[in-house]
């Protein structure tokens, strides 16, 4: 089975107006409200492509409300820990240039956290958990280090997708996927990356500390898998962009989901950037049909 963490979920709260203009009174034109957090995008996509997920994560008050209801309605199990203080809302404005405020999220207690620790422990050998998102400031990124390591105990694998530090230290668990894009790629190793070519050996370089298969995303530039049988290389697909939120999390779904059935990472990673590029043309997480489609336009070379 596959557990999507979300510690720190979100309603994404999705505005359009032509622009935003500081300091005065901006009407919208239209306005969307989706379950989020980088982990439920995940279990999303996941089940649009008809692989169970369970989310885990914490979740409370009306906006918690909110997205178990919207996370059941798409016929995804999830097993939250009830917080006391509300989930948050992050306000994603798309104008003439996209914003993000994304909130700090609800006070998680001792107990709490160890009512999750709790459901971790029980997980087994055949299960993979993918870690994603930053956790609520009362916790801190920190806590992902005795998160990842109960369940690498378990014998379940873990994919994690993180930036920076807390990237870095989850290396040393073996994950079987990282999946930093370029520019958090280049911010861990202080560098500035002109060609996809002088991304390979950075890649690289995170494998050889710990990662199975290291993922480097480029949005409208491709992608890039690098694993120890060789560095792939996924041509960008091109098509409309409607939303970027979620295309990282959408193909970090598609590796799950395909390497779990399948055992193949090439396999996995053409999913992936189908699942990526599909939402990244999609106004919200892409559906079944679009993902399908776009599969049948991924290319993959072997560099
Ligand atoms: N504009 C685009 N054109 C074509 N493909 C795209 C575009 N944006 C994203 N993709 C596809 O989706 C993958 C993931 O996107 P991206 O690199 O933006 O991830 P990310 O930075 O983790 O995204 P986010 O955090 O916004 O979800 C890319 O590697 C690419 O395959
Ligand atoms: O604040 P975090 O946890 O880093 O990111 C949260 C978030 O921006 O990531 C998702 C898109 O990847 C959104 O659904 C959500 O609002």
Known sequence: MIYSVTLNPSID???????VVVGEVNRMT???????????????????????????GFIG?????????????????????????????????????ETEINGQGPEITEGQLNDFLNILEKLTADDTVVFAGSA???LGNIVYKKLISTVRATGAQVVCDFEGQT????????????????????AIFDVKFKTTEEIIPYAQKVLEMGAQNVIISMAGDGALLVNNEGSYFAKPIKGQVKNSVGAGDSMVAGFTGKFEETKNAVEAFALGVACGTATAFSDDLASAEFIKETLDKVEITKL
């Open 13 to 19: 709260y999705i505005v359009r107006l032509p622009e």
């Open 30 to 56: 239209s306005d969307d409200k989706y379950a989020g957090g980088k982990g439920i995008n995940v279990s999303r996509v996941l089940s649009r492509l008809n692989y169970d997920s369970t989310a885990l």
């Open 61 to 97: 008050g009306f906006t918690g409300d909110f997205i178990t209801k919207k996370l059941i309605e798409e016929g995804i199990s999830t097993d939250f820990v009830a917080v006391d203080q509300d989930t948050r809302i992050n306000v994603k404005i798309k104008a003439d240039q």
């Open 136 to 138: 609520p400031a009362s």
């Open 167 to 186: 990237l870095l230290d989850s290396l040393e668990y073996n994950p079987l996927l990282v999946k930093p894009n370029n520019h958090e790629l280049g």
